[in-house]
């Protein structure tokens, strides 16, 4: 889905990302673990194109990304970030259908396409018509949820999206989200800090620490088998017990 070679970041005289040369898998759910300030995010907003890298290529779904076509392959990537990151002045309903309306969308494929998703992700009819203050946190993050599938998406990029939320709210959107996934067998691409969600979403998990690829590939080999002591105490800081 996405090939990436030798891509970088700085900003200023830091350097976020350093050349990266990664693959992520068409189908595959894939986890970017690591510290505050690793590169994980960093790392996702190149992906999206919301960063542009400073070197290297990156090629979505076999295209290359270029300023001429980025907007136009960004309508097949959906976009989640913490506490849905909705605009307050529009209803939940009119937040999940804006790229669709501004895309030309007809009123009521609009309408059945939001129905749609409010049933798969177990967002109330009721809180359609609601504003983004008027909704619960856990129901905010199911909305962004909804706008970033609204296109169906070949690919659905995910920012900490339950970092904000309180235990029990967010174990059970882990549980829907992972449904949904599976559902639509999309790929995911996840930034969390977070272990015990890496272990629960990832089918791969890659590990950053100053903005590099520590190690990859699943967290059960990745705990039991860490490649070196910022892996082994990255893992220890969370008491992860087993996986």
Excluded at 90 to 117: C, P
Aim: aromatic share 6%; hydrophobic share 40%; charged share 25%.
């Amino acid at each position: 889905m996405f090939s990436l070679k030798n891509v970088s970041k700085s900003f200023g005289k830091m350097q976020v990302l350093k050349p990266t040369t990664v693959q992520f898998r068409t189908g595959e759910s894939t986890v970017l673990i690591g510290p505050s300030g690793c590169g994980k995010s960093t790392l996702l907003r190149i992906l999206v194109g919301l960063i542009a890298p400073d070197s290297g290529t990156i090629e979505f779904d076999g295209t290359q990304l270029t300023i001429k076509n980025i907007e136009k392959l960004r309508q097949r990537m959906g976009y989640v970030i913490q506490d849905g990151g909705l605009f307050p002045h529009l209803t939940a309903r009119q937040n999940i259908g804006l790229l669709a309306s501004h895309l030309g969308w007809d009123k009521d494929k609009v309408r059945a396409r939001v129905d749609e998703l409010a049933e798969l992700t177990r967002l109330s009819v009721e809180a359609l018509d609601r504003y983004p203050a008027q909704l619960s946190g856990g129901q905010r993050q199911r909305v962004g949820i909804m706008r970033a599938l609204v296109l169906d998406p070949a690919v659905i990029l995910l920012d900490e999206p339950m970092g904000a939320l309180d235990p029990l709210v967010r174990f059970d959107l882990q549980e829907d989200l992972r449904k949904i996934f599976r559902t639509l067998g999309k790929t995911a691409i996840m930034v969390t800090h977070d272990m015990g969600e890496a272990a629960f979403f990832g089918d791969r998990v890659m590990m950053l620490g100053e903005g590099e690829i520590v190690q990859e590939g699943r967290l059960d080999e990745m705990i039991s088998n860490p490649i070196n002591a910022y892996v082994a105490r990255f893992i220890n800081a969370q008491r992860i017990p087993t996986v």
